[in-house]
């Protein structure tokens, strides 16, 4: 292929239509047809990313191989496709105007007045096309984050009309992802928001070549040239997008619904092989269709909101499949940890404390650590989560009552848990944490290599506290093992209780590399020993 090709995905109507999805959707469709592509997303919001944003307002914050914090659908992407993301692959407004305003103040505007258009659509465009500059992509798929007609996404539609102009149509196109509502008292889908929707785009100089449809119902012949009609696509390029069991169904529908073969069709792609979405199937298949059945708790303080742990719970389901197992999460708001919960905890097949920041629910992870660890029950600790084992450990076997992480009291008389030292001289909060891939080597005859098979990987981080080495040998002395370590700062990556069948903290974050083709290894065997612990309670 001459060019790389770009396909810009926006939304309409309403927020969380799963633009994401689609996009990840997609391209997985056309990786498979031996097309060379990747995903990039434009968040309109101005911060410089999701590193201080409650998860309560974006969900998870997604770390990528190369230390950047991004937003949580680079996850879907990497998921998806099985390929890494990086700081590229995800640009906000906030990172667009610090770059202009950076040039501005250095002069080299040359005293113009520096606006919106050309100078900030300008930035936006050079970001979008980076990838393809840098990189020997076919084909890059840029989603637009927010809906059209929200003030904070102008900058980037115009930025995606005048980008159009430039490339030329077969360079580029466009698919809209609106929604069909139905109607209960009518009894029917009703077309006017999405005709609405693609007015709103008209009217910024863009024409939707693709309309995707987010549906509960099916969407007739009749509805489908209608909005053909009035959204001035081809019938053809109105693709059904309907309410999935599960997002690993997305891709298959999409194949069905022929989106790739539209989108190949008017980019004038010739050069691709059939697609073979075969293992994917089988994946999808083994999930459905579970020859058993495990209940593990996850345990954090954001639970009532799925996105907060989006990259924890899709692991999940990939060593769910690979074990054919169907897992029931239990979710457990670690502030509300009480002796009830005992009984719960008593009745799962394995417990996952989860990773976060701050003192709130702290005491509730600690109790339930010691819960599953009295009873053996398996136990899978996620950077804060492996934190806490290790209080929970000093204080009930050690004895050193009242040990903490200087994070929740910076005064306790057992610091266990501490700052680290490059972090201690650190005032701005945003992206100075620990980020991105570090090495770990992993230690002969532990649970680590045997799951691993490996004596060195790399992991990525995302965290400022670490285990105290100053305890390090009386916690090995007491049976808490540290078998895995970062050898050039000393940093304890992992540790694991030899005692029980499975018990095992990480200071990383596995969940961020666990993809469908390649489910993370620490997953696998975690939901493994909950199936073997549920067995052996029969």
């Not at 059904?240 to 539209?262: F, G």
């Not at 944490?433 to 060195?456: Q, T």
């Not at 209780?497 to 469908?516: A, R």
């Amino acid at each position: 292929m001459s060019k790389t090709k770009y396909i810009f995905v926006t939304g309409g109507v309403s927020s969380s239509l799963g633009k994401g999805i689609i996009s990840a959707s997609l391209a997985k469709l056309l990786q498979s047809r031996g097309l060379n592509v990747t995903i990039q997303k434009l968040d309109p919001y101005i911060n410089i990313d999701p590193g201080t944003l409650n998860p309560y307002e974006h969900g998870e914050c997604y770390v990528t191989s190369d230390g950047a914090e991004t937003d949580l659908d680079l996850g879907h992407y990497e998921r998806f496709l099985n390929v890494e993301t990086s700081q590229a692959n995800n640009v906000t407004t906030g990172r667009i105007y610090q770059t202009v305003i950076d040039k501005e103040r250095k002069g080299d505007f040359l005293g113009k007045t520096v606006q919106v258009i050309p100078h900030i659509t300008d930035e936006i465009k050079r970001r979008i096309k980076l990838l393809g500059e840098t990189n020997d992509f076919d084909i890059i798929i840029t989603e637009i984050g927010g809906t059209v007609g929200d003030i904070e996404s102008l900058p980037y539609i115009e930025s995606v009309r005048q980008l159009r102009w430039e490339l030329g149509k077969v360079n580029s196109l466009v698919i809209h992802l609106t929604l069909v509502p139905y109607l209960s008292a009518a009894k029917e889908l009703k077309t006017k928001p999405t005709q609405h929707s693609v007015k709103t785009l008209m009217e910024s100089g863009i024409n939707a070549d693709i309309l995707v449809c987010r549906t509960e119902h099916e969407i007739s012949d009749d509805i489908k040239n209608k909005l053909a009609l009035f959204c001035n696509v081809d019938v053809d390029s109105v693709i059904q997008s309907k309410d999935a069991s599960t997002i690993y169904d997305v891709p298959l529908m999409m194949e069905k619904e022929k989106l790739d073969q539209v989108v190949l069709k008017k980019l004038q792609i010739s050069n691709y092989n059939p697609t073979d979405m075969d293992s994917w199937t089988e994946f999808v298949n083994k999930l459905k269709y579970p020859k058993s059945k495990v209940n593990i708790g996850l345990v954090g303080k954001y639970v009532e909101l799925q996105d907060s742990y989006k990259s924890i719970l899709e692991s999940i389901v990939h060593a769910g499949s690979v074990n054919e197992t169907e897992v029931v999460v239990h979710s457990i708001h670690s502030e509300h940890i009480d002796e009830k919960v005992d009984e719960l905890i008593l009745k799962l097949d394995g417990l996952i404390v989860a990773p976060g920041f701050g003192s709130r629910g702290i005491e509730g992870k600690i109790n339930s650590i010691r819960i599953a660890r009295e009873n053996n029950i398996p136990f899978f600790g996620i950077c804060l989560g492996m934190q806490m084992a290790v209080i929970e450990f000093s204080r009930n076997v050690l004895n050193l009552k009242n040990s903490n992480s200087t994070e929740m009291d910076e005064n306790t008389l057992y610091p266990v848990i501490s700052l680290m030292e490059d972090q201690k001289n650190i005032t701005n909060m945003g992206g100075s944490m620990r980020l991105g891939s570090w090495d770990c080597d992993i230690k002969k005859n532990s649970k680590a290599n045997s799951i691993y098979n490996a004596k060195l990987i790399k992991e990525r981080h995302r965290h400022r506290w670490e285990l105290n080495n100053t305890y390090l040998e009386e916690l090995e002395k007491a049976g808490l093992k540290a078998s895995g370590i970062n050898s050039s700062t000393g940093l304890v990556e992992i540790v694991e209780l030899p005692e029980n069948d499975w018990f095992i903290g990480v200071q990383f974050h596995p969940e961020y590399k666990s993809t469908v083709e390649n489910p993370h290894p620490l997953f696998v065997s975690f939901i493994s020993a909950c199936l073997n612990y549920n067995k052996s309670k029969k």
